[in-house]
């Protein structure tokens, strides 16, 4: 996976962890300036990465959660 997009993908989980907390508008504004970072030397806008990251996103989280050690019941 691209550096770029990963570092994204935590940002934005990072924001969405925090959600409701006292981190939440910090969080927020580490995930937009990596954003706006990024559009810099992709040359893509911002809106157009943001969805990006918010449709692999759920791919993200799947791909690093670890899968259960008990087999599944027939």
């Known amino acids: ?3 770029e997009l990963e570092a994204l993908l ?3 989980d990072a924001f969405l962890q925090a959600r409701g907390g006292s981190e939440e508008a910090q969080l927020f504004e580490i ?4 954003l706006e ?3 810099l030397h992709t040359n893509a806008s911002k809106e157009r990465l943001h ?3 918010k449709s692999k996103y759920l791919r993200w989280i799947r791909a690093n ?4 050690t ?4 027939a």
Do not use: G, I
Request: hydrophobic content about 30%; overall charge positive.
């Open 51 to 53: 969805l990006a990251v």
């Open 37 to 39: 970072d990024t559009c």
């Open 65 to 68: 959660t670890r899968p259960s």
């Open 70 to 73: 008990m087999p599944p019941k």
């Open 31 to 34: 995930y937009e300036s990596k």
């Open 1 to 3: 996976m691209n550096a």
């Open 10 to 12: 935590k940002a934005y």
